[in-house]
T-cell receptor, first 115, second 114 residues
Framework: DSGVTQTPKHLITATGQRVTLRCSPR?????VYWYQQSLDQGLQFLIQ???????AKGNILERFSAQQFPDLHSELNLSSLELGDSALYFC??????????????FGPGTRLTVL | SQQGEEDPQALSIQEGENATMNCSYK?????LQWYRQNSGRGLVHLIL?????REKHSGRLRVTLDTSKKSSSLLITASRAADTASYFC??????????????FGKGTKLSVIP
């Protein structure tokens, strides 16, 4: 158990819909990363937040957005869903991005199926 | 976009044998890490090697890094059936912006036959 929790575990929805994925980082971790894992694209970095502020963006679609709240949990919002958005979405956390690198701890993921 | 490319894509060995997986990457890195993923589950961090290190050990794992060739290898010795999983290398860029997002390769699927 990494200490990172993600809800829900599974999500089945229809094209055009909007969903919210939730992540609670490990206690004390200030940085949250979101990754998407799909069969054709592999594991891709989406976005990073540090202490409530966006720190870096990767291959995140404009239909997707995220935020990190004062209690440090994070939400990833996916809208106007398409079949190709079906994937495993992982959240990871680390203590801080500054200074020496810190290991990232991954949550169990949310499996999104768009029908 | 993928940074690391693992080789082979799939590997099947007998229990007790050693397993070697290779990873190549494209840009300069701060460090390289290896992760394990059991079927459809979360990723587990195995080992991190920094750009100024050449070799690192952790239990039955041995990782090497050759920055001149932009490549790394992961050796699992005396494999066990429980080692069956997908293994990913991930690189962290040299960054002054304080972001350490991981760029993953496509992974090697290891099957250890009892």
């Amino acid at each position: 158990d990494s200490g990172v929790t993600q809800t829900p575990k599974h999500l089945i929805t229809a094209t055009g819909q909007r969903v919210t994925l939730r992540c609670s980082p490990r206690s004390g971790d200030l940085s949250v990363y979101w990754y998407q894992q799909s069969l054709d694209q592999g594991l891709q970095f989406l976005i990073q937040y540090y202490n409530g502020e966006e720190r870096a963006k990767g291959n995140i679609l404009e239909r997707f957005s995220a935020q990190q709240f004062p209690d440090l949990h994070s939400e990833l919002n996916l809208s106007s869903l398409e079949l190709g958005d079906s994937a495993l979405y992982f959240c990871a956390s680390s203590v801080a991005p500054s200074g020496d690198y810190n290991e990232q701890f991954f949550g169990p993921g949310t499996r999104l199926t768009v029908l | 976009s993928q940074q690391g490319e693992e080789d082979p894509q799939a590997l099947s060995i007998q229990e007790g044998e050693n397993a070697t997986m290779n990873c190549s990457y494209k840009t300069s890195i701060n460090n390289l890490q290896w992760y394990r993923q059991n079927s459809g589950r979360g990723l587990v961090h195995l080992i991190l090697i920094r750009s100024n290190e050449r070799e690192k050990h952790s239990g039955r794992l041995r990782v090497t890094l050759d920055t001149s060739k932009k490549s790394s290898s992961l050796l699992i010795t005396a494999s066990r059936a429980a080692d069956t999983a997908s293994y990913f290398c991930a690189t962290v860029p040299i960054s002054g912006a304080g972001s350490y997002q991981l760029t993953f390769g496509k992974g090697t699927k290891l099957s250890v036959i009892p």
